[in-house]
């Protein structure tokens, strides 16, 4: 799998857009980009994932870019619940059922 | 709605003790893993299941040994605990394609 570099740290205020980046310049073609994020040392949750197209769901918005070098997770509005670690992976699908490779994550804070 | 369900929630151990770590899914996947995580520090993959009665090795399995009772269990077993295996463990399943849907984690301690 490819890897992926992600800022260590992020705050953003409450009610705000939370745009976390991450950039990952040796994607592959077949690689799909997904977000997790882990919420005070729980179990890590799925938030979105997409392969080229920008994507939109009820938690969150990505956007690639063309050359699919990098990617931006949205969060609309933020809330104090959204303060987590934010995982971007990229991953082969289809290939096996291995397992996901993280990172060290952005630490995004919601500032009230 | 259970999900994963990972049994126990903590658990101290001495060096040298033995102990088996739990791990049930209910939405019948065919998939199951096993992460660990030291503090500050990403998931690492230790074993993986791709579907009942087969097992593979991840990035760290040095230590451990699995086994993949049924389609909805997965275990986990230090035969001989280190402290270097003092971690928070989470057990995970997927459908093999896009989501994994995590546990709440084992919270080990080995003296």
């Known amino acids: 799998d490819a890897k992926t570099t992600q800022p260590p740290s992020m705050d953003c205020a409450e009610g705000r857009a939370a745009n976390l980046p991450c950039n990952h310049s040796?994607?592959?073609?077949?690689?799909?980009v997904y977000w997790y994020r882990q919420i005070h040392s729980q179990g890590p949750q799925y938030i979105i994932h997409?392969?080229?197209n920008n994507e939109t769901n009820e938690m969150a918005s990505l956007i690639i870019t063309e050359d699919r070098k990098s990617s931006t997770l949205i969060l609309p509005h933020a809330t104090l619940r959204d303060t987590a670690v934010y995982y971007c992976?990229?991953?082969?699908?289809?290939?096996?059922?291995?397992?996901?490779?993280f990172g060290k994550g952005t630490h995004l804070i919601i500032q009230p | 709605n259970a999900g994963v369900t990972q049994t126990p929630k903590f658990q101290v151990l001495k060096t040298g003790q033995s102990m088996t770590l739990q791990c049930a899914q209910d939405?019948?996947?065919?998939?199951m893993y096993w992460y660990r995580q030291d503090p500050g520090m990403g998931l690492r993959l230790i074993y993986y299941?791709?579907?009942?009665?087969?097992?593979d090795k991840g990035e760290v399995p040095n230590g451990y040994n699995v086994s993949r009772l049924n389609k909805r269990e997965f275990s986990l077993r230090l035969e001989s605990a280190a402290p270097s295996q003092t971690s928070v463990y989470f057990c995970?399943?997927?459908?093999?394609?896009?989501?994994?849907?995590f546990g709440a984690g084992t919270r080990l301690s080995v003296l």
């Open positions: 995970a399943s997927s459908d093999g394609q896009h989501i994994q849907y």
């Open positions: 040796t994607i592959s073609g077949n690689e799909y």
């Open positions: 997409g392969l080229k």
């Open positions: 992976i990229v991953r082969v699908v289809g290939g096996g059922a291995d397992g996901l490779t």
């Open positions: 939405m019948n996947h065919n998939s």
């Open positions: 299941s791709a579907s009942e009665g087969t097992t």
